[in-house]
């Protein structure tokens, strides 16, 4: 007998058919108890597993859900990659990890090497620099539903999990205001992220409503390393009037920012209140938080993102008509003082 044993070496042992073994393993009700149990209690003995690419041939999947993320070692998508599992095991999925290292050549080279993994589904959060989808487009083709989160394309036509930082953003600017800053300032991400817009957007119209003036010269932006957010720290503390509020792209940002400014001699939360996105674990242990962050609940994110694909998945396989074919969840956001 070989050391992975088979349905045929089961058949064999209690002499009956290998349809006869494939149907009681798989409790149809034409088989017997007594033959059931019995060849259900053998293949426990013998630890027998059924091998994965008989299942996919027969229910044409892989009950494996590819993940793409930009940088797993970040805060954010850490937590994200806990409620993406949590919600994958509940239903018997599998996942197949990637990074994109916020490039979008490493992005389509991890989405081809997962196709040819046969992966019956996409999750993804977007590289910086993606601001071309044709490499998503291109899934439906493999028949492969997608379904994005965090950061979410800016078209209409897509799955989507994400929170609304345009309304967190104009929750900030409102309470840097009642704190008495007026020359609240905004270091802005990359023009590729659909988020920079939002964030921009709730900037702009946060500063409207209070009857401030808008303007750009208080409008950085980085491409989020540490070199690109010093550059515009530069230029904001240049200004004639620097701010006295600064509020950055996300918490790494931040933390990069207060480094530098420290450097400039800037007090820190006094001189100039810093506020940010994410609320991520290691505030709590920084010397300088961020004074307020917006919490985006990564977990959730994750959890219903997974949800939602498994659940796109199921009514596939069932052949059920889709009545929302682009589903979109907005998760609340929570802004958190330190």
Known sequence: MSDIPTIKEIAKRLNVSVSTVSRALNNHPRIGLKTKEAIQNLAKELNYEPNPKAIFFKQKRSFVIGVILPLIAEDFFSKSISGIEDAAMEHGYTILFGQSHDSIKKEKTVIEAMVKQRIDGLLIS??????????????????????????????ENACKVYCSVYEGTEQMIEWLFRQGRKRIAFINGPD?????????????DGISKRKLKIDMQMVEKTDLSEEGTQLALDKLLALKKPPDAIISFNDY???????????????????ILFASYANISVNKHAAFPPVVSLDQFPYQQGQLAMNMLIDILDKKQAGAAVEEPFQKIEVPVTLVYS
């Open 253 to 271: 940002v931040h933390l990069d920012a207060v480094k530098y400014a420290m450097h400039k001699g800037v007090e820190v939360n006094d001189d």
């Open 126 to 155: 977007l590289s910086k620099e993606t601001n071309r989808y044709d490499h998503l487009e291109s899934l439906d083709k493999y028949n492969i539903p997608v379904v994005y989160f965090d950061r979410v394309p800016p078209f």
């Open 192 to 204: 590729g992220i659909a988020a920079s817009k939002e964030r921009l957007k709730g900037y702009m």
